[in-house]
């Protein structure tokens, strides 16, 4: 990887458009903004000589090649040619989709399997030593809402295996960096109620209503609040998978 900033925004950006072909006067704007110098389009062609330099001197290629195979110019912009499974990206989404195809079928088990293999692809955020602008920031916060999604998804199938101690500590450091997201409130929960920590998660909820209240104006989601009056008079289908006949998908509060 480049040292200096604005090449590793010029790779990054490439990287996260693989195959496709990234406009120069994109690039100019991801690195500049609305005031970019006039010798933009040089200074880019610089970086992008550099970073194929970069490329040649750790495969062991000419920079001819690795323009030829890698990092090709193309009309009026860039792209960087990758075959699949050659980014930590790559793998994160196979195995997110191997995570959602079990979920369709019912298999709970090699869903959390999957997703916790697509999950220990990362290494803190997404891009977290990258100076982002305004398209690497959006495609930053694409790739976290796809990371909540995938551990959502995670959690709400062990809750259904029965597996609610092992989230307890995932889930209170999620809902702390997430203060408003309802549907983690919603499985902490839960699976503090099953634990046998029933104040507690009456104690969640009242946290959530009180920041939802004051900070925003609204109300808990009525199935949050379905939840709580579940909670407040013990309901039955909130019972672990297996403990009665209905368990917790009757009142479809995961999942």
């Not at 970073?51 to 195979?69: C, W």
């Not at 110019?73 to 989709?97: C, I, M, P, S």
């Amino acid at each position: 990887m480049p040292t200096a900033r604005k090449p590793r925004k010029v790779l990054s950006l490439l990287l996260l458009n693989e195959n496709r072909t990234v406009a120069t006067s994109t690039l100019i704007s991801e690195l500049w903004g609305e005031n970019p110098p006039k010798s933009g389009q040089t200074l880019v062609q610089t970086y992008i000589l550099h970073l194929r330099q970069l490329f040649a001197r750790a495969f062991g290629l000419s920079s001819a090649e690795v323009a030829k195979e890698l990092l090709q110019t193309r009309n009026g912009g860039y792209a960087f040619v990758l075959g699949k499974g050659e980014l930590d990206l790559h793998e994160y989404r196979r195995w997110q989709a191997d995570g959602d195809q079990a979920l369709v079928a019912g298999d709970d088990g090699a869903a959390v399997a999957a997703y916790r293999r697509a999950l220990a692809e990362w290494q803190g955020s997404a891009l977290l030593d990258v100076e982002h602008g305004h398209l690497i920031a959006a495609q930053v916060v694409g790739l976290e809402q796809s990371r909540l999604t995938v551990t959502e998804r995670k959690i709400e199938a062990e809750l259904r295996l029965g597996r609610h101690h092992d989230t307890l500590s995932e889930l209170a450091a999620l809902v702390l960096t997430h203060p408003f997201h309802e549907g983690l409130h919603a499985h902490f929960m839960l699976a503090l109620y099953r634990s046998g920590n029933r104040n507690r998660a009456l104690e969640i909820f009242g946290h959530l209503r009180t920041s939802l209240v004051s900070e925003l104006g609204i109300e808990p989601a009525p199935k949050l609040q379905r939840l709580h009056r579940a909670i407040l008079t013990a309901e039955p289908g909130l019972d672990p998978p297996g403990t009665g006949p209905e368990a917790v998908d009757r009142l479809r509060f995961t999942g």
